[in-house]
């Protein structure tokens, strides 16, 4: 949530969004955060917060700076940490339903596996030299059957 609208919420509105985070964030009697202390602290950080600062991670860093408001803090980072979670599953799956469709899953499920974690992380395999690797793996075959 950015700067702006932080400070477009009315109380009622901001305390009700604050009071379902800290139940969304419950588990069993723990929460990371309370949602009547979240409420109070972005009473106080919307009136401090200057016009410059309107992304959320804008947001985020200045907090920071302000070594306080614990429950803004903890918020925050789980906030901007979620979008990235989802995407990343939503792309591994993705890839899976594309690597199924073209090998008509004629293939064991532990080559389909292997062959997934390759098409996600590809741009890890980006960085390998596989001149050294194909030879490493060849010296060692050979040492085998000799």
Known sequence: MDSKKIKALDEDELKKYCINLEKFLRFNEYSNIDGLDLFSELKIVR???????????????????????????????????????????ERSFSKLKLLKSYLKSTMLQDRLNELAILSIESEVLELFDYKTLINDFAAKKTKRLI
Do not use: Q
């Open 47 to 89: 009136e401090m917060l200057r016009e410059e600062i309107s992304a959320s991670i804008e947001v985020l860093s200045y907090i920071k700076t302000l070594n306080s408001f614990s429950n803004i803090y903890i918020a925050y980072r789980i906030l901007l940490i979620i979008p990235v979670t989802v995407v990343t599953a």
